[in-house]
């Protein structure tokens, strides 16, 4: 083979694989076209978009727990709870510990509250542990208060009569309000219990009513 044709071969060899590679520079390798270049950006923003757009309502309905209350918070409502039904106790409104500490607790509040009008809470706090210990301001009318029950309080109201209605001593509509209507069955109840008729609910009222009501427990909120 002369020089000449050796070079015609070599160039044309060239040739080849450079038309190869151009073609599968531009035909056979993927290229990103528009649609997919703009499904990135696109994307990115739905997830912003979503996340801008959660619900606070949803978060809070989910299943994630409640977080707990601080220890702090805890021991300082154990200590309070303590101190209040010290007071209580000094003064006859609660005796010992039982199994049902709690809502008899809240009972001995509620009848220190209405002996000495004051707001029904039923429940303790700093301003009743101070008027237990300084003594409730002078004046006050028994039962009289121009603030409606707590939730506690109604809470409490409720139950006892509920059970009330569920011992037959009155058919009244639980209203969660200690009106005139609850305090005559209240008197009724304690009557027929012969126990002092005061017309309030108390320590002595409300353990007289789980023990008739049975399985130690009131009557369950409906």
């Given amino acids: ?41 696109a994307s990115r923003s739905g997830l912003e978009t979503a996340a801008i757009r959660v619900d606070p ?15 702090a918070t805890v021991t300082a409502l154990v200590t309070l709870t303590r101190a209040v039904e010290r007071e209580l106790r000094s003064r006859g409104y609660l005796g010992d510990p039982t ?9 001995a509040i ?12 039923a429940t303790p706090s700093e301003s009743l542990l101070q008027s237990l210990i300084l003594g409730a301001p002078a004046g006050g009318t028994l039962g009289a208060s121009a603030a ?5 309080a109604e809470d409490l109201i409720r139950t ?15 209203d969660g ?10 008197r009724s109840f304690e009557a027929r219990q012969g126990m002092p008729q005061t017309g309030r609910i108390s320590v002595s009222v409300v353990k ?4 008739l009501a049975g399985k130690g427990k009131l009557a369950d909120r409906r």
Avoid: C
Avoid at 99 to 107: G, V, Y
Avoid at 110 to 121: H, R, S, V
């Fill in 1 to 41: 083979m002369s020089y000449r044709q050796q070079v015609r071969v070599a160039l044309g060899t060239f040739l080849v694989f450079t038309l190869a590679f151009v073609v599968n520079l531009f035909h056979l390798q993927p290229v990103p076209n528009d649609r997919s270049r703009r499904a990135e950006p």
């Fill in 57 to 71: 309502a949803a978060e809070s309905a989910g299943s994630a727990p409640a977080p707990a209350m601080p220890d």
């Fill in 99 to 107: 199994d049902n500490a709690d809502i008899l607790t809240r009972s």
């Fill in 110 to 121: 509620l009848a220190y509250e209405w002996d000495n009008g004051m707001p029904l809470t």
């Fill in 148 to 152: 409606l029950p707590s939730p506690a």
């Fill in 160 to 174: 006892v009569q509920q059970t009330l209605n569920l011992l037959g001593y009155t058919s009244l509509k639980p």
């Fill in 177 to 186: 309000r200690l009106g005139a209507g609850t305090q005559k069955a209240l």
């Fill in 208 to 211: 007289r009513l789980i023990d």
